[in-house]
């Protein structure tokens, strides 16, 4: 699968990290919000040692855009799990990489479709509370995992859906109150 960019800065190291004792390359990239793969073609996959300077590449998604994601994460699962909360964050950014959808962040959140936006909050205005800090977490983790998860496009409340094209999405997974599909 080839790389995608979300925003206009090229994907080249811009900063660099002093390595403390027992962090990983997924620790640090959770942290910065840069995908994990990214982060270790930009230090050639080395191991890390405490002490030790490494590249952090940019971000494939803006900090404007990570607020925007946070504050939908907020909107829509507050009250689900730290997982759940990832979870709708990678749905976000796989709709980003459809074909499907519009290809920005801020395309996919305010997309409308059949005369509704696509999420809820984005209607009902919940969209602009402030995200809370596991919100802010959950969307660096989403991107620090891009492009491994199953794919999800869609997520839904079972017990409150009535769409017939949403209960028809072939399920990928079941977290707290939300299910996922594609």
């Known amino acids: 699968m080839s790389a995608f960019t979300f925003n206009s800065k090229s994907e080249a190291a811009t900063t660099y990290h002093k390595v403390s004792y027992g962090e990983s390359y997924w620790k640090i ?14 230090n050639h996959s080395l191991p890390l ?3 030790q300077n490494i590249a952090i590449p940019n971000s494939p998604v803006s900090p404007a855009d990570k607020g925007l994601m946070a504050r939908l994460v907020h909107a829509e699962a507050n009250g689900e799990s730290y997982a759940g909360k990832v979870a709708v964050a990678s749905v976000i950014l796989n709709r980003v990489k459809s074909p499907d959808f519009p290809n920005t962040v801020h395309g996919v959140i305010y997309q409308i479709s059949n005369g509704h936006y696509a999420f809820t909050p984005v209607q009902n205005g919940q969209i602009n509370q402030a995200a809370d800090a596991d919100s802010l977490k959950a969307v660096n983790e989403a ?25 028809s999405r072939q399920v990928t997974a079941r977290i707290g109150n939300h299910v996922f599909a594609k």
């Open 143 to 167: 991107i620090a995992l891009m492009g491994t998860g199953k794919g999800s496009l869609f997520f839904y409340n079972p017990a409150t859906s009535q769409s017939s094209w949403m209960l």
């Open 29 to 42: 990239a959770k942290g910065f919000g840069v995908p994990l793969n990214s982060l270790e073609a930009a």
């Open 49 to 51: 040692y405490a002490g």
